[in-house]
């Protein structure tokens, strides 16, 4: 069971943290080298977002063979990264780019199927949490490499394609289990009893992306030193973003429904610290920190959160709402957009708030869709 978990989380930290959010990182330094804007900055980044969102939708449909999914996650995340390594220009970062971010897609759908499989049913959640929170690590990671190479960012994106393709056979080689397919459910079989949960995943993504994707330009734009701030700012958003791994506890220890509105509503919170006091170390640190730390919380309770209404399609189900966080993330990405383009930061991310404040909604009704929640739902 350990040797999953950790390799499990490996492969999270390379496929999210790495492969994924380390384009938002990198980007200074890729605007310097290829000449790119933030137009094709920006669709690049909705390229990266489509291919997550059709790799989870492939995942679902395969999940019966979750090696196959971990196989394909840690392929696209190796190829994608090395890509981006040997660019030559944009025309070839950009593919590259898309297809490193399928692997983060395909790799939750996979490793929810994997432990479903190896681990006991009394310890899944807590590994399923544990192995999620492998982001924020990829963070950390991200930005060691980004400040270790410098100039030379292409050998941090080689070390990324290598961390993606040994955690991939390591996970694989973890795997006790043998695919043994099962009759696939139809779809509306399970998303209709995780009708609450996709509208709380859609709110909460919505919400956190005024942090992912206006963050650092809100830390940046607010000192002189902003680059140099920003980036160890997003170091101590993935550092926290590891406590995530207490969500399983957490639903144990508080029930799943007090755990997703604690998280929820502390993401919430986040985004007006930052947004109050860009400037301010202590404040903007802390609000980063609480970001990463309920971020990957919230998305380890999604993975419960579907574990416990549809148990033994756990990798369909968690699939279904992580397109609804990251689909929600992109609508969000664009209309906080918007709203920055005519006021403050702060009325902006104001909003990003209120709308993850309404995430906690969907949790105050008590889960009736499934016969499964009688003993595993929000009580």
């Known amino acids: 069971m350990r040797a999953l978990v950790i390799s499990g989380m490996a492969l999270i930290a390379a496929t999210y943290g790495l492969a994924r959010f380390g384009f938002g990182l990198f980007l200074p330094r890729f605007t310097d080298a290829f000449q790119i804007g933030p137009s094709v900055s920006g669709l690049i980044q909705s390229g990266s977002f489509l291919s997550f969102c059709l790799a989870a939708v492939m995942a679902a449909r395969i999940a019966a063979r979750p090696r196959l999914v971990v196989a394909c996650a840690g392929t696209t995340a190796t190829l994608g990264s090395m890509g981006i390594a040997s660019a030559p220009s944009a025309i070839i970062l950009a593919p590259s780019t898309i297809l490193a971010g399928a692997g983060a897609g395909f790799a939750t759908p996979g490793l929810v199927a994997l432990v479903e499989r190896n681990i006991p049913r009394q310890r899944r959640d807590s590994a399923g949490t544990i192995v999620n929170a492998g982001t ?156 990463g730390a309920t971020y990957t919380a919230v998305c380890g309770l999604l993975i419960v959160w579907a574990s416990r209404v549809v148990p033994g399609h756990a990798a369909q189900g968690t699939a279904a709402l992580f397109i609804a966080l990251a689909t929600a993330q992109a609508f969000g990405a664009a209309l906080i957009g918007v709203i920055l383009g005519s006021t403050s930061p702060l009325v902006a991310f104001g909003i990003a708030a209120a709308v993850g404040f309404l995430a906690v909604l969907p949790a105050t009704r008590r889960a009736t869709e499934s016969p499964a929640t009688s003993h595993h739902g929000f009580s």
């Open 136 to 291: 924020g690590a990829g963070i950390v990671a991200a930005g060691i490499l980004l400040l270790l190479t410098s100039s030379q960012w292409r050998l941090g994106w080689l070390a990324i394609a290598a961390l993606a393709s040994l955690a991939t056979i390591a996970t694989l080689r973890s795997d006790r289990a043998a695919d043994e397919p099962p009759d696939p459910p139809q779809r509306a079989s399970i998303l209709a009893p995780l009708r609450l949960a996709l509208v709380a995943a859609g709110l909460a993504g919505a919400s956190s992306a005024a942090i992912w994707t206006f963050g650092r330009t809100v830390m940046v734009d607010s000192r002189t030193e902003g680059e140099t701030y920003s980036i160890i700012a997003w170091m101590v958003l993935g550092a926290f973003g590891v406590l995530g791994a207490i969500a399983g506890r957490l639903a144990h220890a508080m029930s799943l429904r007090a755990a997703w509105m604690l998280t929820a509503s502390a993401m919430a919170a986040s985004a007006i610290v930052l947004a109050a006091a860009p400037a301010a170390p202590l404040a903007s640190y802390a609000s980063v920190a609480v970001f």
